[in-house]
């Protein structure tokens, strides 16, 4: 059975097979989370990612410019993309236009000056994005889909995940 589902900024739909997932495959910080970084050159964007859960490349990024990833077993979701921020969007601002979901639904809210995250739960799956804005004009992002009975395994690599979004340096 196939479920698709909207992701949470309404970006793009993401489609998530309703397989089984074992936490073992979450597990921090183990062998086979093969922690890499991916980059998008072209706006500087770095994030680290578990490449040992996320082994398929799913194509390019629905929104700007990007890559997805999918879990083997097809239960997880990374999207990794980063956009022009030429109309000087604030992560509020972003948020007010983009979120399709009422803030209410939202489990999880986070928005300074430079970033949010948010995440919210829904039939069964788990979706947390979170983007940063940097003084380069460019917005930095990624958004992430896992089984919501699988959260504590999933909360240290969603944490990795986010606290290493960032431009490229230098």
């Known amino acids: 059975m196939r479920i698709i589902a909207r992701g949470l900024l309404g970006i793009a739909l993401v489609g998530v097979t309703a397989h089984a997932f074992t936490p073992a495959q979450a597990h921090w ?91 919210s739960t829904r039939q069964g799956l788990i979706f947390y994005s979170r983007c940063n804005f940097s003084a380069g004009a460019a917005i930095h992002c990624f958004d992430l889909v896992y089984p919501s009975r699988h959260k504590r395994a999933w909360d240290h690599i969603v944490t990795r995940i986010s606290r290493s979004l960032r431009p490229l340096e230098g």
């Open 29 to 119: 910080p183990g062998p086979s989370a093969d922690w890499q970084t991916f980059a998008v050159p072209d706006f500087g964007t770095t994030v680290d990612y578990p490449a040992g859960i996320f082994s398929v490349t799913d194509g390019k990024a629905d929104k700007g410019v990007g890559r997805k990833f999918s879990s083997a077993d097809g239960s997880a979701l990374l999207t990794v993309y980063s956009t022009v921020n030429d109309t000087g969007e604030t992560p509020m601002s972003y948020l007010r236009s983009n979120l399709r979901l009422p803030r209410s639904a939202l489990d999880y809210e986070r928005i300074t000056p430079a970033f949010f995250a948010i995440s």
